[in-house]
Antibody
Framework: EVQVVESGGDSVQPGGSLRLSCTTSGFMFSNFWMHWTRQVPGKGLEHVSR????????TYADSVKGRFTVSRDNAKDTLYVQMNSLRAEDTAVYYCGRGGVYNYGSIDVWGQGTLVTVSS | QSALTQPASVSGSPGQSITISCTGT?????????VSWYQQHPGKAPKLIIYEVSNRPSGVSSRFSASKSGNTASLTISGLQAEDDADYYC???????????FGAGTKVTVL
């Protein structure tokens, strides 16, 4: 079964840091683009970042550029996002998703999400 | 990439058909065949229901169909059922490595 599972969500103070992980199984992780998408409770989806299969091309939403760093470990079939200088507006459920083999591919597998709360 | 415009809400009675629009620009929807649609029920993860403008992934009901014309993509749900009550989001590739953008989402209510 193809699966992606997020972990690492927690409550953190403004200005703090957090690293989320996305462990995958059931598919050849190293062949696929991967995505992070977030959703403020009760609001819409916001695409945060995507990374190519090799980890050499990464795009970021303007709202997180310079504060978030996405990476992947193809040997461990795992995707990461390092979130620094966290703000209240980063409070959201963070979803990991599998993209396509190509840059334009849809997100066809989603995790259940992990909640990040930024509050003092 | 500019935001994609969706109606905030659409409603219909069971058995009816409804259509959700997603309006972009000539830089995204108008220029590429890579429009996707996602369904999200409350408290659940999004689910891909349409990719590459009009293709349904395996297991998605044939009651969902989609198309595009010019800068606007459309999702039609035929034979509306109670389980279709959910939020729907569109996205479109915009070339190169431009960040992805989701539409603001459309709340579908089955009356």
């Amino acid at each position: 079964e193809v699966q992606v599972v997020e972990s690492g969500g927690d409550s953190v103070q403004p200005g703090g840091s957090l690293r989320l992980s996305c462990t995958t199984s059931g598919f050849m992780f190293s062949n696929f683009w991967m995505h992070w998408t977030r959703q403020v409770p009760g609001k819409g989806l916001e695409h945060v970042s995507r990374i190519n299969s090799e980890g050499s091309i990464i795009t970021y939403a303007d709202s997180v550029k310079g504060r978030f760093t996405v990476s992947r470990d193809n040997a461990k079939d795992t995707l990461y996002v390092q979130m620094n200088s966290l703000r209240a507006e980063d409070t959201a459920v963070y979803y990991c998703g599998r993209g396509g083999v190509y840059n334009y591919g849809s997100i066809d597998v989603w995790g259940q999400g992990t909640l990040v709360t930024v509050s003092s | 990439q500019s935001a994609l415009t969706q109606p905030a809400s659409v409603s219909g009675s069971p058995g009816q058909s409804i259509t959700i629009s997603c309006t972009g620009t000539s830089s995204d929807i108008g220029n590429y065949k890579y429009v996707s649609w996602y369904q999200q029920h409350p408290g659940k993860a999004p689910k891909l229901i349409i990719y590459e403008v009009s293709n349904r992934p395996s297991g998605v009901s044939s009651r969902f169909s989609a198309s595009k014309s010019g800068n606007t993509a459309s999702l039609t749900i035929s034979g509306l059922q109670a389980e279709d009550d959910a939020d729907y989001y569109c996205t479109s590739y915009a070339g190169g490595f431009v960040p992805f953008v989701f539409g603001a989402g459309t709340k579908v209510t089955v009356l």
